[in-house]
């Protein structure tokens, strides 16, 4: 039997290439003995997706790690839950969660096209067996809606789940504290945008070769290019795939994931994490 999960869970797929990828968990928690996800091609991506479409064919061995869950369902009364095209992946076993369990919730799918929404069939049982509680909204058929409309149907005080593109997110980010939700919850399947950066330099240990990493790129992007072995997996600061060390200079932490005496020791995650303005990280690679 496979290790438990709950609604929101993701699992780390170790892919051929020695590329890590996590991917929530779309299937039923109840069935031990299957796994399931859906990965959406990303076009110009970093090839994590691309990898899985074209060199993963049925009955390979794949090794994955987790279950883990970095965006659990606690299962409020009332919820409001929005996905964006592949987001509905970690919503949909939460809003069969809610369905099962009688919550007051509603779920809302946005999407380019109805075509290129995946789970249709699902969503359309889920919707026949809680009427009222699904819509479907592509965006070639009304406006795209503006985050305050997708949170209008929340319930009053209930809680809002968003999975999406990151202009979804922010946008129901920005318009959270004029709705009636009482909390928000929030997966993003890409890094934020960094909207805060300065510019620094890492230093590629004893080589002494110099790369500068501007405001508005992450110190692993940078590094990448420079070390393409470089592993990485979720590029949001809590997975620790991505750890470097710095032998000398100050780091600006940002991740979710190492502890006091690990950043003492020279740890960093560069998929976050930064360097005050000039600043140059001597990083041990
Ligand atoms: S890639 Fe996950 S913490 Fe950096």
Redesign the pocket.
């Known amino acids: 039997m496979l290790p438990p999960w709950q609604p929101g869970a993701h699992i780390e797929l170790h892919l051929p290439s020695g590329r890590k990828r996590p991917y929530s968990l779309c299937g039923d928690p109840a069935d031990r003995y299957r796994y399931r996800i859906a990965v959406r091609r990303i076009a110009g991506g970093q090839g994590g997706s691309a990898e899985v479409h074209d060199a993963l064919a049925d009955g390979m061995r794949v090794a994955v790690a987790g279950p883990r869950n970095a965006f659990p369902f606690a299962a409020e009364a009332s919820v409001l839950f929005i996905a964006g095209g592949i987001g509905i992946t970690p919503i949909l076993p939460m809003a069969r969660e809610a369905a099962r369990r009688g919550l007051d919730f509603r779920l809302v799918h946005t999407g380019r096209s109805r075509g290129s929404m995946p789970f249709a069939a699902e969503l359309a049982e889920l919707a026949a067996a809680a009427p009222g509680r699904v819509s479907v909204r592509p965006d070639d058929e009304s406006r795209a809606p503006e985050a305050a409309d997708l949170l209008s149907s929340c319930p009053a005080a209930g809680a809002a789940y968003c999975c999406g593109p990151a202009p979804m997110i922010d946008g129901v980010r920005r318009a959270f504290g004029g709705s009636r939700a009482s909390a928000l919850h929030f997966e993003r399947f890409a890094p934020a945008p960094i909207t805060d950066g300065r510019p620094f330099e890492l230093q590629l240990g004893d080589t002494g070769r110099v790369l500068p990493v501007p405001c508005d790129r992450s110190a692993?992007d940078v590094l990448h290019e420079a070390l393409p072995d470089l592993?990485?997996?979720?590029?949001?600061?809590?997975?620790?795939?991505?750890?470097v060390r710095v032998a000398h200079g100050q780091v600006d932490h940002r991740?979710r994931?190492l502890t006091a005496t690990e950043r003492a020791a020279g740890a960093m995650?560069?998929?976050?994490s930064r360097a005050p303005e000039g600043e140059r990280l001597v990083l041990e690679v």
Do not use: A, I
């Open positions: 692993l592993p990485f997996s979720c590029r949001q600061g809590f997975c620790g795939t991505c750890r991740d994931r995650l560069p998929c976050v």
